[in-house]
């Protein structure tokens, strides 16, 4: 872990903001020269803080305007049915986000789909078909504010 100063955190927050700012733009933006700011920047990327640029696409507007968070619990237990599950559930273009959780469920997963017959269609010709899969709770999410993150 790198020690980060007021400078470095100001960096990472413009990046949040907006992830194709050029070191030149947040340079000027932070009263930094280009190279300066560069530096900074690479540095960031080199120690992990930095894991790489998203682009956001807005769903809605792309004809996805429903977004459900499953909890799945597995009916198998073992590597074996944890790996099976994972790469099943990889190739379903509609789950966007797969996380393995401890607690309740096994996994989280972020579904999205154009509605609600659309995402009933992918639950059960594609979910619950799942190898291993047992319970299943579907949580629709209603709105979401965006958060900066850790540096607020």
């Given at each position: 872990m790198i020690d980060l100063d007021d400078t470095d955190r100001a960096i990472l927050r413009a990046l949040v903001?907006?992830?194709?700012r050029s070191a030149g733009a947040i340079g000027r933006a932070l009263g930094l020269s280009q190279p300066a700011a560069w530096r900074r920047i690479r540095r960031l990327e080199a120690a992990g803080i930095l894991a790489g640029r998203r682009v956001d696409l807005d769903a809605e507007r792309l004809g996805f305007g429903v977004t459900v968070f499953l909890g799945v619990k597995l009916a198998t237990k073992g590597r074996v049915g944890l790996e099976d599950f994972e790469r099943a559930v990889a190739a379903i273009p509609e789950v966007q986000v797969v996380q393995h959780v401890l607690g309740l469920y096994d996994y989280r997963l972020r579904v999205s789909a154009r509605d609600l017959a659309d995402f009933?269609?992918?639950?059960?010709?594609r979910i619950m078909t799942l190898p291993g899969i047992g319970n299943v709770e579907a949580?629709?999410?209603?709105?979401?504010e965006r958060r900066p993150g850790p540096l607020g």
């Open positions: 903001a907006d992830a194709t009933e269609r992918v639950l059960r010709r949580n629709v999410l209603l709105g979401e």
